[in-house]
């Protein structure tokens, strides 16, 4: 069964540190990406990697950056935190021909800032 | 630009009734179309792709390309069923790689 474990479930942090969400996933996945999940919005996609070192914007990547020095790791990371990043964030993998197969989620990780 | 949308945000029938989540997708090449369910405090979870053709818990889903379509039926609903459900769309973002981009989601709640 393959696994996405994102680092914390829950986090709070203040506005203006630098916050660091991880990913990793067991399955020899290319692709990984970063959503976040915000009632009424739906699923919006931030980053996304199709491979080591390699990184695409999403729709929505405005303050935020990522890091995959490792196929198996994904990196979300918050510059300098704000309130309106409040969110539930989803990491996501899967094999290349996602087209097919979809993709597996982790379970979340519930950043507040306050 | 390549949409899909869930004109119901909330959606509550009682049990045994039948259930229908719409989805509409807007998109230039060939769809691939997915339905991906979330139970309070789990995951989130492949239920259903349409390439498969499947039935899983009883949903199933038929891509209409004329009405580019792909609603999530089931005959029978069950109070389990009860979920936020979301209809995603697989795009093409450059060579053999492809994202979903999803919809908005609609919460069923089925009523004992």
């Known amino acids: 069964d393959v696994k996405v474990t994102q680092s914390s479930r829950y986090l709070v942090k203040r506005t203006g540190e630098k916050v660091f969400l991880e990913c990793v996933q067991d399955?020899?996945?290319?692709?990984m990406f970063w959503y976040r999940q915000d009632p009424g919005l739906g699923l919006r996609l931030i980053y996304f990697s199709y491979d080591v070192k390699m990184k695409e914007k999403g729709d929505i990547p405005e303050g935020y950056s990522v890091s995959r020095e490792k196929k198996e790791r994904f990196s979300l990371i918050l510059e300098s935190a704000s309130t309106n990043q409040t969110s539930m964030y989803l990491c996501a993998s899967s094999f290349r021909r996602v087209r097919v197969l979809g993709y597996t989620f982790g379970s979340g990780t519930r950043l507040t800032v306050v | 630009a390549q949409r899909v949308t869930q004109p119901e945000k909330l959606l509550s029938v009682f049990k045994g009734a039948p259930v229908e989540l719409k989805c509409n997708y807007s998109y230039s090449g060939s769809p691939e179309l997915f339905w991906y369910v979330q139970y309070s405090r789990q995951r989130l979870q492949l239920l259903l792709r349409h390439i498969s053709r499947e039935s899983i818990k009883g949903f199933t889903a038929d891509l209409n390309k004329g009405e580019t379509s792909f609603h999530l039926k089931k005959p029978f609903a069950q109070e389990e069923d009860s979920a936020m459900y979301y209809c995603a769309l697989s795009i093409n973002s450059g060579g053999s790689n492809y994202k979903l981009t999803f919809g908005k989601g609609t919460l069923l709640t089925v009523n004992p």
């Open positions: 399955m020899d996945h290319e692709n």
